[in-house]
Nanobody, 115 residues
Framework: QVQLVESGGGLVQAGGSLIISCAAS????????MSWYRQAPGKQREMVAT???????NYADSVKGRFTISRNNAKNTWYLQMNKLKPEDTAVYYC?????????WGQGTRVTVSS
C-alpha cells in the first residue's frame, strides 16, 4: 500500500504562483510514475502532469510552459509548481502514484484562482 498526502493548495490571484506537494509513504518501492490530476466542478478528472521513475515528464497542453512537476526522492515527495495561474486552473488537485498495475490516490488539495 502507498499513502499519498497532498498539501499546499489555497487561494491565489490570476497570474500568481503556487506550489503543491505530495508526500508518499508506505510501500513506495517500484513506483513507476507519479502524476498530478485535477477535477474542476462539473468536469471529469484530467491528467495535468506526470513524471516517471526515469525522470521523463509529460504535461497537458493546457499547462505546458506554466506548470512544472518535480520530485525529491530523498523526501519521497513530488511537487507541482504552478505559474501564471488562470481562473480555469481552479480545481481539486490529486496526486496519483502508479505501481505496477496499482494506482493510488491522495485525498486532494483545492486550488482556487480568482480573476
Amino acid at each position: 500500500q502507498v499513502q499519498l498526502v497532498e498539501s499546499g493548495g489555497g487561494l491565489v490571484q490570476a497570474g500568481g504562483s503556487l506550489i503543491i506537494s505530495c508526500a508518499a509513504s508506505g510501500s513506495i518501492f517500484s513506483i513507476n510514475a507519479m502524476s498530478w490530476y485535477r477535477q474542476a466542478p462539473g468536469k471529469q478528472r484530467e491528467m495535468v502532469a506526470t513524471i516517471t521513475s526515469g525522470g521523463n515528464t509529460n504535461y497537458a497542453d493546457s499547462v505546458k510552459g506554466r506548470f512544472t512537476i518535480s520530485r525529491n526522492n530523498a523526501k519521497n515527495t513530488w511537487y507541482l509548481q504552478m505559474n501564471k495561474l488562470k481562473p480555469e486552473d481552479t480545481a481539486v488537485y490529486y496526486c496519483n502514484a502508479q505501481q505496477g498495475i496499482r494506482n493510488y490516490w491522495g485525498q486532494g488539495t483545492r486550488v482556487t484562482v480568482s480573476s
